[in-house]
């Protein structure tokens, strides 16, 4: 039997640090890949994370993902409640399951969710 793959979700502000992400990161248990918007995933702060962490880095499309948190903001902007939170339950896909709902790093750049499920 297969152990559940974990999948931190990441969503950040313009002008987020690597230090702001780690900050987000640091709220959750380690992942086994990082995932985010695909406009998002292609920032360096982003691909410098994950190379940092030494983690697989998945892009998904986040928009119409319902997510238990709902932010007014990033619903008009990004078409979901929590991009942290729908690119962690896309990059599972079918069956994912949010094990940490959205947690926000102590700077308020960025913010990480967890989720859990099969292998992709």
Same mark, same amino acid.
């Given at each position: 039997m297969e152990l559940a793959v974990k999948v931190a979700g990441l969503g950040l502000r313009a002008g987020a640090s690597l230090g702001s992400l780690l900050g987000? @990161?640091? @709220? #959750?248990?380690?992942?086994? !890949? #990082?995932?985010t918007s695909h406009g998002r995933a292609r920032l360096p702060v982003i691909a410098e994370l994950a190379r940092i962490l030494g983690l697989p @880095?998945? !892009?998904?499309?986040?928009?119409?993902?319902e997510t238990p948190t709902r932010s007014a903001r990033? #619903? !008009?902007?990004? !078409?979901?409640?929590?991009v942290a939170e729908a690119a962690a339950v896309a990059a599972l896909g079918r069956g994912a399951r949010i094990t940490c709902p959205r947690?926000?790093?102590p700077d308020r750049m960025a913010s990480a969710a967890l989720a859990e499920g099969d292998p992709p």
């Amino acid at each position: 039997m297969e152990l559940a793959v974990k999948v931190a979700g990441l969503g950040l502000r313009a002008g987020a640090s690597l230090g702001s992400l780690l900050g987000a @990161l640091e @709220l #959750l248990e380690r992942p086994d !890949a #990082l995932a985010t918007s695909h406009g998002r995933a292609r920032l360096p702060v982003i691909a410098e994370l994950a190379r940092i962490l030494g983690l697989p @880095l998945i !892009a998904v499309d986040v928009a119409g993902i319902e997510t238990p948190t709902r932010s007014a903001r990033v #619903l !008009a902007l990004c !078409a979901t409640g929590s991009v942290a939170e729908a690119a962690a339950v896309a990059a599972l896909g079918r069956g994912a399951r949010i094990t940490c709902p959205r947690v926000i790093s102590p700077d308020r750049m960025a913010s990480a969710a967890l989720a859990e499920g099969d292998p992709p």
